[in-house]
């Protein structure tokens, strides 16, 4: 029989699993378990909703059989099998677009267990213990048996064979053993036994093998040299309770930490396990994870938002999106209610008043655990802030500011003067007698807004100001223009509402002064003004109207034909000696005086981070004046 070659990238990922120094070579097991789990699913979701086919949830199981003599491992199920295409598209195929990833992430890290189910690639781990795979497979609805065979990255082979009942076997030939690894132990019962029960025990049908046992002879009971003989017993293996039906006390948080990674696929601890069972006009149990950390596709469109669903412990769908709020997409779990039908269509879920009652219970559920991490576990809710807040604040912004009433305390901002991340309500408690408003500044980073002049005058002064470090920080404060009653505003704004007494003793007209500098600058500013809240720096840039530079920046970052702009005001610190000297060269050489105003623009333009119209001309300038 022809070979068929695996697809390239296939092939190569076979490689890899086969010379794989891979240390936890025995999750194998676990990702053949649950391929055999989720084909019974399926088939035991037909089952439920299609009587013809004259099985109940109680038929399905998983089989496994060791044979030390053959020296091969057969796993069994009696779940949907695949035809000929399945066999193809799903063992031919990666068709997993995160395998090259996956493959250099092996590469980095050859001890991290989880790293295998994540990138969908778990019925070739089979490959890193076992020297050939042969699949029998008979599909529901099909008549016609097939058999799957591979060796490893040569290729494999697809045939009909004699098989009646529905459902796949997988033989797996072990490797020969070598001086290092020994293949022989996963023939093993006890070790069989105890692989179930680490990885598959929430496995909802029973995984069943014969175990060999001894028991004393019935005839040798009552003698004084009892005679033993060897029998065996079906054993069901696994606890298969679903982890979410049994009561929290009684689990580890290690066997929920591993259920969310096995589950979800995730590389990272939930920073957050949330159980909770609900009775009333609707009952369900719901079982939640708050990530750790940031799934790599999060901000892509790989990513798929939602909780699986169950009804009465049968999964009827594997993304419910509707069962959390956009703003929370990053909470996995599941939800198990007796409240659904299992024939509901997706159509008919989205609009199922049950499962509308229990998004609105779950989405205050969310938001209650995230308010009481926030109080009582600072450091955690500082971690998962800084790998979801941006989507937070992105829920802030998203539908007009509609949500963001329920986030606004969830939210964080970097303060200068706590010199760590604090909340709004926090912020306000501490603000100064007669301060009236909540300062921001937004910049790179923190030593960036450190050195920005527009923000001396309100350190010295000693106002708290909020750093604006992240793209999606000052759009979040512009959306939620107010906080308490006080209005944000911005360091850079033309009008801080304090004044800086100090500078007024100094009552000179300086008119001329200001009007010689805005003709020479013409159209470049919309106003020069004599600084009030400089101290240390000549000149500042300060935005007035609706557009911020921050807002400028990032427009004309995504699209740089967009035409905003921020209205420039100048600001001149009149005490500064190159301010005054300017003043002075007025009245003895003018042209210099001009000079000196535009390279003060120019130093005003880069403080603010805004690009130089004409770099070549001011470096010519500062040259001239040298
Ligand atoms: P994943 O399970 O992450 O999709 P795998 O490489 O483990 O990736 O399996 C590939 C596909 O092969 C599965 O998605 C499934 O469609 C099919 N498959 C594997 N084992 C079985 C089985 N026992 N019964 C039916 N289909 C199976």
Redesign the pocket.
Known sequence: MAKKQFKSESKRLLDLMINSIYTHKEIFLR?IIS??S??IDKLCFIALTDDKLGMTRSDFKIFIEADKDSRTLKIT?N????DKD?LEN??GTIANSGSFRFKQELEEKPDDIDIIGQF?????SAFMVAKQITVN?KKYGCDTAYCWQSSGADGYTVSECDKQDIG?E?ILTMKDNTDDENYDEFLEQYRIQSLVKKYSDYIRYPILMDVKKSRVKEETKDSDKPEYEEYTDRETLNSMIPIWQRPKKDVAQEEYDRFYSEKFLASDKPIKTIVTSVEGVVTYKALLFIPSATPYDYYTKEYKKGLQLYSSGVMITENCEELVPEYFRFVKGIVDTADLSLNISREMLQHDRHLLTIAQNIEKKIKNELNSMLKNDRESYEKFFSAFGRQLKYGVVADYGMHKDELQDLLLFYSSTEKKPVTLSEYVDRMKEGQERIYFATGENAAAIDALPQTELLRSKGYEILYCTDDADEFTLQTLMMYREKRFCSATNDDLGIENEDKDEDKKDNTALITFVKETLGDKVAEVVESKKLVSHPVCLTAKGGISFEMEKYFNAVQPDSGMKAQRVLELNLSHPAVKNMESLIQTDINKAKKYAEVLYSQALLIAGLPLENPSEYTDLVCSLM
């Open positions: 990702e391929n055999a989720d084909a199920d779940g949907i099998g695949m399945d799903n063992l969908g690639v778990g019925f070739y497979t796949t997988i």
